[in-house]
């Protein structure tokens, strides 16, 4: 054979393997380009926008078909079911773990829009109303009215897109049943024998059993992750930390986790036993008690969360007090030469100049607009000022912002717009979280004075009393007497922050501007 007859064999693989590596390369591209589709509809699956997979391209779904994650896909998604969403239990405050659904505003069927109620939920702050995110209709309601101690995150309603879809969602059940649980399903299922046991004797405890979750322990360290209220009332209930699995993130435990825990005869009975002689004496009293004589009132979530706050306060903050009597007879007579000039068009009281003055004190005094944040002490440039307004759910404080600078009539306006929200429970999260200062007035109930207890992070509270008539020397009267009103102010101060020369140097600051209201106003 010829030399160029031998190269032929040669020539023919070299073409070969370079239409394989071309053809390889295509492939390789294809699978990148698919991956990419991949992770972006992942990414949609995890905010819940289930409708957008369909911007994945067919090609690329075939192409894709090799990939685990396209499992993900199929079985998150692509099942039998048409596109929808699963909306969790929100976290509408910073300290807020648990809640109680108060009552649905929609139906199953019912048609919603983005910005609709759907429920009311009750917080540890207030009850406030949970909008729709997005238009769609109603296929089904995953928590009945009334529920309480739903965990955040808990699968709560189910949003389709088409009418016509709505029978398809008759039987749904969330995955997991909650958020917490559906990562710890897998780890549960490795020990059959030893949740066996507990699941025939309690059924009630074989959720917590279930929602196993990673260890409640740092790796290195011995000490157990758990919220503060979740330690609190575990030891209240003398249930041991380390015996418990957090459901919580990383394997937090929450009160969830201990309120479960207490409903476990297993927990319950050393529980009893180590409560026994500590609960002699009160069941002793109860028992003496005749049938009907009292009515226990159940705790709202607000309730157990004031409770907690004033007692770590009350606790942890060293609380002093300052008082003073300030002549409001200026203010009095300002305030009535306002009112007449506004015709009805506003009625200011009081309690706004007390808001005004306070806001300007606090701006002449900034050591006392500052919070205690451990381990410094900040000191804010707006003066937010917190107004302490009761409802039937207890005490809540809205924010007037900016108080500094407000006028009297829109102080007065705002106050009474709060006031109202507050009562009928349309408060928003920023109109009661924050505030630098913090007033409360019991002087439109008659009282005379009184301390009040400090809301941290904040450094002072202002109590307010009632204005008196008080008979003073008066050398320029024709009798030497004259009559004068005077209210009675008591400044709360955490000395971590407010020394008891800054705090009398605040006071007087509010007690000048207030005995000269006409001072505010430069």
Known sequence: RSRSSSKQPSQLSFAML???????????????????HVRRALATVAVGSSHLLRRVPASVQQQAVAFPAQTLLRRLYSTELPPHRVLTFPKLS?????GNLHSWGVKEGAKVSDG????????????????????GYVAKLLVPEGANNIPIGKPIIVICEEKEDLAKFAN??????????????????????????????????AAPAA?????????????????????????EANIALSKLTGTGQGGRITVADVEAAKSSPAAAAPAAAAAAPKAAAPAAAAAAQSEGSY?????????????????ESKQKIPHYYLSIDVNVDKALTLRQELNA?????????????????????????????????????????????????????GLITPIVSSTDRRGLAEISQKVKELADKAKSNKLAPHEFQGGTFTISNLGMFGVKSFSAIINPPQACILAVGKTDKQVVLDSNAPNGVAEINVMNVTLSCDHRVVDGAVGAKWLAAFKGYLENPVTMML
């Open 18 to 36: 370079r239409s394989g590596l071309t053809s390889s390369a295509s492939r390789v591209r294809a699978a990148q380009q698919a991956a990419g």
């Open 94 to 98: 910073p300290t807020m773990e648990t």
């Open 116 to 135: 609709d109620t759907l429920c009311e939920i009750e917080t540890d702050k207030a009850t406030m109303v949970f909008e729709s995110p997005e238009t």
């Open 172 to 205: 749904f059940k969330a995955e997991g049943g909650d958020a917490a649980a559906a990562p710890a399903a897998a780890p549960a299922a490795a020990a059959p024998a030893k949740a066996a046991a507990p699941a025939a004797a309690a059924p009630t405890a």
């Open 211 to 235: 929602a196993a979750a990673p260890a409640a322990k740092d790796s290195g360290d011995s000490r157990v992750k758990a919220s503060p209220l979740a330690k609190r009332l575990a030891q």
């Open 295 to 311: 009515v226990d009132v159940p705790l709202t979530n607000m309730r157990k969360v004031i409770a907690q706050r004033l007692m």
């Open 341 to 393: 000039l506004g015709k009805g068009d506003f009625k200011i009281s009081m309690n706004d100049f007390v808001i005004k003055a306070s806001a300007l004190a606090l701006k002449k005094v900034p050591e006392v607009n500052s919070s205690w944040m451990d381990t410094f002490i900040r000191q804010h440039r707006n003066v937010d000022i917190s107004v302490a307004v009761a409802t039937d759910a």
